[in-house]
């Protein structure tokens, strides 16, 4: 079956760096998206990585290793509106979206 | 900018009765999806559409139907609504599904309770 594991909560403090680990065991693979999801709201799209190694953008960061089927997403100066929810999907062969259950990130003063 | 609209925002619906979750994008995409979302899980694929006139079931169709009869709309059906059904549900377009070629656009999302 496919699968993508990550971590259920995270609590980090405010003004410093989180790395939210995701692991994936799909059918194929097309690429990994981070997407962020605040409580009550859509998800919101962050990051695409298809090829191995770390994406950068402003404060978020992604890296993919697709021979080790895991991916991190790197958020620094946390701020505490980065409080939300972040979900990891993978594109499998069939270019279906596999979603992770999210992580919740508590930032706390 | 619109973008993908979904209607209604919350709905409380008795067990056996029927509902149409109304969704349409403006951007004119050809993909279109219907996903829920349960508590402390991740997104689940109920039924997709890549253009007018073509659906197919995703990972969790039992209980619903849709239709795609233009680019823009995209239903959801509820026929006989059980407390399973209790989730929240996500419309969702994109350009295409190639890898790279966009991201998925969701609508703000539908809050369902069957009782």
């Known amino acids: 079956g496919q699968n993508i594991d990550q971590p259920t909560e995270m609590t980090a403090t405010e003004g410093a760096i989180v790395q939210i680990n995701c692991t994936y065991q799909?059918?194929?693979?097309?690429?990994l998206f981070w997407y962020q999801q605040h409580a009550g709201e859509a998800p919101t799209f962050l990051s695409y990585?298809?090829l191995d190694g770390l994406e950068e953008k402003g404060r978020f960061s992604s890296f993919l290793s697709r021979s080790k089927g895991y991916s991190y997403l790197l958020l620094k100066e946390l701020q505490m509106k980065d409080s939300a929810s972040y979900l990891c999907?993978?594109?499998?062969?069939?270019?279906?979206?596999?979603w992770g259950a999210g992580t919740k990130l508590i930032i706390k003063p | 900018n619109a973008g993908v609209t979904q209607t209604p925002k919350f709905r409380i619906l008795k067990i056996g009765q029927s509902m149409t979750l109304q969704c349409t994008q403006d951007?004119?995409?050809?993909?279109m999806y219907w996903y829920r979302q349960d508590p402390g899980m991740g997104l689940k694929l109920i039924y997709y559409?890549?253009?007018?006139?073509?659906?197919d079931k995703g990972e969790v169709p039992n209980g619903y139907n849709v239709s795609r009869s233009t680019t823009e709309d995209f239903p959801l059906r509820l026929e006989l609504a059980a407390p399973s059904q209790t989730s929240v549900y996500f419309c969702?377009?994109?350009?295409?599904?190639?890898?790279?070629?966009?991201?998925?656009?969701f609508g703000e999302g539908s809050w369902l309770t069957v009782v």
């Open positions: 969702a377009s994109s350009i295409s599904t190639e890898p790279g070629g966009d991201t998925i656009y």
């Open positions: 951007m004119n995409h050809n993909y």
């Open positions: 559409s890549v253009g007018a006139g073509i659906t």
């Open positions: 799909t059918s194929g693979f097309n690429g």
């Open positions: 990585n298809v």
């Open positions: 999907a993978v594109m499998d062969s069939n270019y279906q979206l596999i």
